[in-house]
T-cell receptor, first 113, second 116 residues
Framework: AQSVTQLDSQVPVFEEAPVELRCNYS??????LFWYVQYPNQGLQLLLK??????LVKGINGFEAEFNKSQTSFHLRKPSVHISDTAEYFC???????????FGQGTRLTINP | DGGITQSPKYLFRKEGQNVTLSCEQN?????MYWYRQDPGQGLRLIYYSQIVNDFQKGDIAEGYSVSREKKESFPLTVTSAQKNPTAFYLCATSPIRDRVVNTEAFFGQGTRLTVV
């Protein structure tokens, strides 16, 4: 069975500082990995995804993530955050033939001025 | 406008009542999902469907029921058997190509249900 662990429930950072949101997964087979963002009282929006190929994936709003198979990680990074990045971020995993995504518990990113 | 419409956005229910949450999509996606979101617990899968007139239980199906009479619609009923129904409910869809569920899910804006 697949599972996802987001190591930090809350991450506070100052505006224009870099940020990393951590995600580790467990699976015995090849996986597909995703990061979603959720603004208050809204649905989830896809930030980026890793399906195959280059392990460095670039997404929307200046975010990127690196797939590390040996460490079973898919950490999300942004070199300089903005107040508008304040949101909850979810890491998710699935595999070929699976019928659903498995989500982590979420990380609340708070940007302070 | 293509997308997923969940209604209503806010819903209040008295204890002991059943309530139905609507999810409609015009993306022509075959797979549809219902998730429940509680603070600090991420998203948990309630039910999913890959084809009309067929659906499967997710991880927390007890106290919920669904139907899939049309490809575009996947309503969720929260029954009185659900002991703690107050939560944020999200509907999602995903295309199926070559009999494989596409890996990416698209989400509606959610319905916040409060039991009063």
């Amino acid at each position: 069975a697949q599972s996802v662990t987001q190591l930090d429930s809350q991450v506070p950072v100052f505006e224009e500082a870099p940020v990393e949101l951590r995600c580790n997964y467990s699976s015995s087979v090849s996986v597909y990995l995703f990061w979603y963002v959720q603004y208050p009282n809204q649905g989830l929006q896809l930030l980026l995804k890793y399906l195959s190929g280059s392990t460095l994936v670039k997404g929307i709003n200046g975010f990127e993530a690196e797939f590390n198979k040996s460490q079973t990680s898919f950490h999300l990074r942004k070199p300089s955050v903005h107040i508008s990045d304040t949101a909850e971020y979810f890491c998710a995993v699935t595999r070929t033939g699976a019928q659903k995504l498995v989500f982590g518990q979420g990380t609340r990113l708070t940007i302070n001025p | 406008d293509g997308g997923i419409t969940q209604s209503p956005k806010y819903l209040f229910r008295k204890e002991g009542q059943n309530v139905t949450l609507s999810c409609e999509q015009n993306l022509n996606h075959d797979a549809m999902y219902w998730y429940r979101q509680d603070p600090g617990q991420g998203l948990r899968l309630i039910y999913y469907s890959q084809i009309v007139n067929d659906f499967q239980k997710g991880d927390i199906a007890e106290g919920y029921s669904v139907s899939r009479e049309k490809k575009e619609s996947f309503p969720l009923t929260v029954t009185s058997a659900q002991k703690n129904p107050t939560a944020f409910y999200l509907c999602a869809t995903s295309p199926i190509r070559d009999r494989v569920v596409n890996t990416e899910a698209f989400f509606g804006q959610g319905t916040r249900l409060t039991v009063v």
